[in-house]
């Protein structure tokens, strides 16, 4: 059933300040968060060291070698450490992959403070087309993908991963609807799959990926031309 633009807005406003999650997730709100939280105590820097190789180890191993033939044993190989030290913070290679990609969505993220949802939006979007197209996430993306095929931890946490990235983008097509700026025709989960999967489906099925300067176009077709549609309920 098609939702009607009452039901958004009540959606909406039963929504929680999103917080952004995901490789998209916004820096102000990171930091607003950070400051709220006590200061943890004081790490060694030559653990979080070892820890920084140690990850961005196991992501050379997965694209290289797909998640079938990655090990603790070939991860502690490429770091320079013993697999005790890799055990030591990791029980297994599915927490081990589960952390070097909680780093990514850490070191990669649009600004999100500033801006209609539109502008929003597209700034996700030519954000995630970046990321698909070109980085370490992307040389992981087919081996994990893979690896959810024929692994059910691997899968559980392929799933969950991915429907954290998309929730803010979800809750900012909603908020976009309820304001106004998005067509009240949209289901804003249709709608998210429909330009998310676009740019996913360019970098898995076809041999060139999704250009950042088309995004503006994947916006209009999917969400319409901006002014375009009837003005929502703002109350």
């Given amino acids: 059933m098609r939702p009607t633009p009452q039901r958004i807005v009540r959606w909406v406003r039963k929504l929680p300040v999103p917080e952004q999650r995901g490789p998209w997730r916004s820096r102000s709100s990171r930091a607003q968060k950070a400051r709220a939280r006590p200061k943890p105590a004081a790490v060694d820097p030559r653990i979080e060291r070892s820890r920084q190789v140690i990850l961005r180890a196991v992501l050379d191993e997965l ?29 297994d290679k599915i927490a081990l992959i589960a952390d070097a990609f909680n780093l990514l969505q850490q070191q990669r993220d649009p600004e999100l403070v500033t801006g209609s949802p539109r502008e929003k939006l597209e700034r996700i979007l030519r954000h995630v087309a970046d990321v698909v197209a070109d980085s370490p996430f992307s040389a992981c993306l087919p081996a994990l993908i893979e690896g959810a095929e024929r692994d059910r931890a691997v899968r559980r946490f392929h799933h969950r991963f991915q429907a954290e990235a998309r929730k803010p983008t979800i809750e900012l097509i909603a908020r976009g609807i309820a304001t106004g700026d998005f067509p009240p025709r949209m289901d804003p989960e249709i709608a998210a799959f429909a330009l998310l999967g676009t740019i996913f489906f360019c970098r898995l099925m076809t041999n060139t990926s999704f250009p950042e300067e088309r995004v503006r176009d994947l916006i209009d077709t999917v969400v319409g031309s901006s002014g375009c549609h009837t003005s929502g309920n703002h109350s």
């Fill in 63 to 91: 694209s290289e070698l797909g998640y079938g033939a990655l090990t603790v044993e070939s991860t502690a190989r490429r770091a320079g450490v013993g697999k005790a030290t890799i055990y030591r913070h990791w029980p």
